[in-house]
């Protein structure tokens, strides 16, 4: 009936409605979607000691996403492996990232207990993504533990994690 009489009053009733509906809708959805670890893939190349290692993501990244994961190398006798090259996320050291380091190693020996210690290396979130690294030469390929973990922050919610591994063949 408002319509009738004037369309230009019933726009302006009208356009905040929809547009807090298109809100909400958006804010459900990103609380709801979350990436699985399925939707990564990794492909490895070798060269000598060198590795190179290239994820894809299937499916879109989540909103609430962590603007950086973590990479984990489990070494035997904790050989430090080198030559770690990665895209690292602009903002990280403006970051708390002692913090996020410190939740992903807490979280890692409650979901995986260590024999030996994790080396952590953060790499950027994203599409797309690489990174190469070096074994120490007495190291066997398929002595080496390899993990993407991906971490995820919602608003007014803990940090939660997920983990895949990562098999160097």
């Given at each position: 009936m408002l319509w009738k009489t004037s369309r230009i009053v019933s726009l302006l009733f009208i356009l905040p409605v929809l547009a807090i509906f298109l809100f909400a809708g958006y804010v459900f959805f990103n609380s709801w979607y979350h990436t699985a670890p399925d939707s990564l893939n990794f492909t490895v190349e070798k060269e000598n000691q060198s590795y190179t290692v290239t994820g894809v993501?299937?499916?879109?990244?989540?909103?609430?996403?962590?603007?950086t994961d973590f990479i984990v190398f489990y070494v035997p006798g904790n050989?430090?492996?080198?030559?770690?090259?990665?895209?690292?996320?602009?903002?990280y050291e403006k970051m708390d990232s002692?913090?996020?380091?410190?939740?992903?190693?807490?979280w890692?020996?409650?979901?995986?207990?260590?024999?030996?210690?994790?080396?952590?290396?953060?790499?950027?979130?994203?599409?797309?993504?690489?990174?190469?690294?070096?074994?120490?030469?007495?190291?066997?390929?398929?002595?080496?533990?390899?993990?993407?973990?991906?971490?995820?922050?919602?608003?007014?919610?803990?940090?939660?994690?997920?983990?895949?591994?990562i098999e160097l063949k």
């Open positions: 993501w299937e499916k879109p990244l989540d909103a609430y996403r962590f603007p050989e430090e492996v080198t030559e770690v090259k990665r895209n690292r996320s602009e903002d002692r913090y996020f380091e410190d939740s992903v190693q807490e890692l020996k409650n979901e995986r207990p260590p024999e030996l210690e994790p080396q952590l290396f953060d790499i950027e979130t994203s599409r797309e993504f690489s990174f190469s690294f070096a074994l120490p030469e007495n190291v066997k390929p398929n002595e080496v533990k390899i993990y993407y973990v991906h971490m995820r922050d919602e608003p007014m919610e803990a940090l939660e994690f997920w983990i895949k591994e």
